[in-house]
């Protein structure tokens, strides 16, 4: 629920739906006072009304009632008169605009539907509340819950769960909601797509027809049968089938009633009835498919359509794109230059054909376009199509055109200036030929000057026709009319309330190298812009989180290593840019929310053992100890392997704070689990440094390093040679982690982190030719040109810095620093970056600022062995030389207390 919020909450930041501005539309119940002897709690988006002496069990069978925008009010009130009176706790969304967010297109599928949650004290008392609320309700339609069993006609719906909030392990090693299982040992809480009893629980007589009823299915049978699902939104799904009666291969588009709202509040029904007339208007086109027919099975309603053989342009500019992999030459570049060419040329004249029959595409995005083995294109996806007023009626005006504009976008292919008639299409015509050879497109919304420099970088890497770059610049260019573009330059200038004041994103110069690439002045002052915008996004005066960042910081991680406080904290600090007056403040807000987390993990990224590394590496070893004791206090039967959130990050930390025995018993675990011996939570496929055997195999060889025990070097070998047996050759010279049809060079999953592991062992294992062969094959391999995520652990960063460490020429560095300068938007007149998807920006360590600050920084200054504090925790820097080349950009923070901690 918390990924969709931030639509509405914040248009540059990940927020919840806590934040969003509904004060216009709440629910009368929602602003009011609880009855007497009642009491109300806010959270999430959810007004919780209960009674202090109230005697819940921990789990049960709960109750949900859903309700249309137009009803829902009446269901909140209904509700809450029929529990007021007979004692029973419930809670609610607060207010039309939560409602919709819960049932847009976007929401999470689990919780769609949901407006009312009630939880009744025992079997007997559920039977009675849906009877009686199921009278009260009669005729009220809402949006299927998918994850419960519908009960009789109503909106109401019934599962069994947690009642009060509980954490354990999953079978891979996640921390997630949890409730009893037999014995009474903690279990997933498992909250799918689908209605489920868990095995151990006896469903009431009064639900057990309706459960035969549900597992049984629909009489008359879906004449379809389903082969694959492609794609799934709350609005429905789209599958491919064969209809069983011909045995023809179909698209099944899935539209369900009342759910998947766009901006609009149109529903997945309507949009779906829309793109069938659109589909029958256009019908005998060759970029159009064919529609087959139009059925409803169970509640269902779905659209039958030709199957398009081909990949979508999205998988084929993955598959093709010379830089979004290592090795491509330049005749790659002009092969690639030409075929794309050619696919613009063939989806223009597929728009051409939309426009001439009267037709906007409305939606045109890589996604959106299948190529076809003849390399011809076929648009499909027509749900946001709409009809242009010449098209609408006969002798329109202009200014009619400028009314009709679809309600739903993709981000990187639409702009606030040209949504309506044909200029929808003409702008994403222009950002999809910028996006084919730069897919970096979502970023135009954070700085509306951005086209100009992707424009000239497409321009000098790629062998374009003459006049391509111009167009784009002038298709993207937003009209002066438009709201201005604050031309602020980079500055090194202190942060002031006037700073803070101004125009939240300014001009980025159209040039391709934004980013500094040499030990210089330049490169100190850029350094200084990326720690000033993340200093100028705190917010201490929050309890959630203290730096924006990945919306896991909002599941109780909002002081973790990876998105949360403590890994923004350590990348200021080690890149010596802790001087700043408010870092002790941030640094009491860690601790101040390490304290007051109920459901901390355990984990050295995502928990309680990073944090009490950067505690104690910021000076504060006493409360760096305390967090240590709480994390003595959970128990790790069901925690992973890795260095993410397992057992070889908490052993590494225990190694870091001297608990040589403490680590030895977690490695001792994980030897046991490579043999084969003990079974460990975690995915069978996991792989690379955060959640793969590289984890464990740094764990093993801190062991050695600190206890001379050969053992410990065998087990990091083996380790070792787990990982690398998932990966290839993908060209000649390299070594990547292969993933299907896919070379991951990335640090978390792919080849970088392997190699940094590599690495790790070497040190102490010189004399092995194989490894370090491939150590050097992954090395030389990550020089990947442009991908598409900036982030230190899935991205651009992530390369930087694994060619740093393990010292690669410098040379190899240029293209990540100009990838990052690709990436880099303004965020108050300082630099900044989106996260993965480009969506939103982050100042989290994992996704954002922090992580490419100290990636950057640790290039810049000639790697890890030449800082004073290791960049990545628990990380060995490697052993090399003396440095010859300058020293670091910054001198190193002193040791002990950080600047400006207090006393």
């Known amino acids: 629920m918390l990924a969709q919020g931030h639509l509405v909450a914040d248009p540059f930041f990940v927020e919840t739906l806590d934040r969003i501005e509904d004060a216009a539309d709440r629910f009368a119940r929602a602003a009011g006072p609880p009855p007497p002897g009642w009491q109300r709690a806010e959270r999430g988006g959810w007004v919780n009304i209960h009674r202090p002496e109230a005697r819940l069990p921990r789990q049960g069978w709960k109750v949900h009632a859903s309700a249309t925008a137009a009803r829902a009010e009446h269901v909140v009130d209904t509700v809450w008169d029929y529990c007021t009176q007979r004692g029973i706790c419930f809670k609610f969304l607060r207010s039309a605009t939560v409602l919709k967010q819960v049932n847009s297109k976007q929401a999470p599928r689990s919780a769609g539907g949901k407006l009312v949650t009630v939880y009744p004290a025992g079997e007997e008392e559920l039977e009675r509340t849906l009877t009686d609320l199921s009278a009260l309700l009669r005729g009220v339609e809402g949006p299927y819950v998918l994850s419960d069993l519908r009960w009789d006609e109503g909106p109401l719906y019934v599962r069994y769960g947690g009642f009060s909030l509980a954490y354990c392990f ?15 040992v903690l279990v997933p809480d498992v909250r799918g797509t689908s209605f489920r009893v868990p095995p151990w629980v006896e469903a009431p007589a009064f ?95 779905f659209l039958v359509e030709e199957l398009i053989e081909g990949e979508t342009l999205q998988e084929a500019v993955g598959r093709r794109h010379p830089l979004l992999r290592h090795g491509s030459g330049e005749e ?34 890589p996604g959106n376009i299948i190529v076809r083995p003849d390399g011809s294109v076929c648009l499909v996806d027509f749900e946001t199509a709409f009809e242009t007023a010449e098209g609408a009626s006969e002798g329109a005006s202009a200014q009619d055109d400028a009314g009709l504009r679809p309600v739903l976008g993709t981000p990187g292919f639409t702009a606030a200036w040209a949504r309506s008639g044909r200029a929808v299409d003409t702008y994403a015509l222009a950002a999809l030929a910028l996006a084919l050879f730069c897919p970096l497109t979502p970023l135009l919304r954070f700085d509306r000057a ?64 934004p980013w500094p690439q040499e030990r210089t002045a330049d490169g100190r002052a850029a350094l200084d812009s990326l720690r000033e915008g993340i200093l100028l996004s705190a917010t201490p005066e929050r309890e959630d989180r203290l730096f924006p960042g990945d919306v896991r910081q909002f599941d109780d991680q909002g002081a973790s290593l990876a998105f949360g406080a403590a890994g923004v904290l350590h990348a200021l600090y080690v890149t010596g840019r802790a001087e700043h007056p408010a870092f002790g403040d941030h640094v009491d807000w860690l601790v101040r929310a390490c304290e007051r987390t109920r ?29 240590l004791a709480r994390l003595d ?64 195999a740094l764990l093993f060889t801190g062991l050695y390093a600190r206890t001379g025990e050969q053992e410990w070097l065998r087990h990091a070998e ?61 090395r030389d391999g990550l020089g990947t040109e442009l991908l598409l995520s900036p982030g230190l652990l899935d991205g651009q960063a992530g390369l930087l810095y694994g060619l740093a460490h393990l010292a690669g020429p410098d040379s190899a560095l240029v293209p990540h620093l100009r990838s990052l300068g690709l990436h880099c938007v303004r965020f108050q007149g300082r630099r900044a970056f989106a996260l993965d998807g480009l969506l939103r920006l982050s100042m989290d360590l994992a996704t954002g600022a922090a992580g490419v600050l100290l990636a950057v920084h640790t290039a810049l200054a000639g790697g890890p062995a030449r800082m004073a504090h290791p960049p990545l925790p628990l990380l060995p820097p490697p052993l090399l030389p003396p ?15 950080p600047p400006g901690s207090g006393p």
């Open 718 to 778: 083996t380790a070792l040679a787990r990982d690398l047996g998932h990966c290839g050759v993908p060209r000649e010279g390299q070594v990547h982690v292969r993933e299907g049809q896919r070379w991951l060079p990335a640090l978390d999953r792919g080849s970088a982190g392997i190699a940094l592991a590599l690495d790790a062992y070497l040190q102490h294992r010189p004399d092995d030719p194989h490894f370090a062969l491939l150590r050097d094959r992954m």
């Open 450 to 513: 951005k086209y100009a420099q992707l424009a000239g970088w497409v321009e000098g890497r790629f062998p374009v026709p003459p006049g391509f770059g111009d167009r784009l610049r002038r298709e993207l260019a937003p009209p002066a009319s438009s709201v201005p573009i604050t031309n602020e330059p980079i500055t090194n200038e202190p942060i002031t309330n006037e700073r803070i004041a101004d125009e939240p994103f300014a001009h980025t110069a159209p040039d391709d190298s």
């Open 207 to 301: 639900l057990g027809a309706r459960i035969r009823a549900a597992k049984a299915g629909t009489p008359g049978g879906f004449p379809y049968r389903v082969e694959k699902a492609l794609h799934f939104s709350n609005g429905g799904g789209v599958y491919r089938a064969v209809e069983r009666g011909s045995g023809r291969r179909v698209v099944l588009r899935e539209a369900r009633p009342h759910a998947g709202l766009d901006d609009s509040g149109t529903d997945a029904v309507a949009r779906l009835e829309r793109e069938h007339a659109v589909l029958q208007r256009l019908a005998g086109l060759d970029c159009v498919p064919r529609v087959y027919a139009r059925t409803r099975h169970w509640e269902h309603h």
């Open 332 to 365: 790659d570049v002009a092969s690639y230059t030409r075929w794309a060419c050619d696919v613009l040329g063939r989806i223009e004249k597929a728009v051409a054909e939309l426009h001439a029959r009267g037709i906007v595409f409305g939606d045109l995005q």
């Open 170 to 184: 999953s079978p891979e090693g996640e921390y997630v909601p949890a409730m009893e299982g037999p014995g009474g």
């Open 883 to 897: 440095p010859l080349s300058p020293p670091p950009l910054s001198p190193p923070a002193p040791s002990g207390r």
């Open 633 to 696: 206090g959970i128990g790790l039967q069901g925690c992973g392997a890795g260095l993410f959130g397992g057992l070889a990050g908490i052993g590494l930390t225990r190694l870091h704070f001297g608990d040589a025995d403490g680590a030895a018993q977690l490695a001792d675990r994980l030897a046991r689990a490579l043999a084969g011996r003990e079974q460990v939570a975690g995915r069978p496929d996991a792989v690379g440094l955060t959640h793969g055997w590289s984890g464990p």
């Open 599 to 627: 459901w901390p993990r355990p984990g050295l990224y995502d928990g309680l053992a990073g944090i009490a590394y950067v505690l104690d590496e910021l000076g504060r070893p006493g409360e760096a100890r305390e967090v």
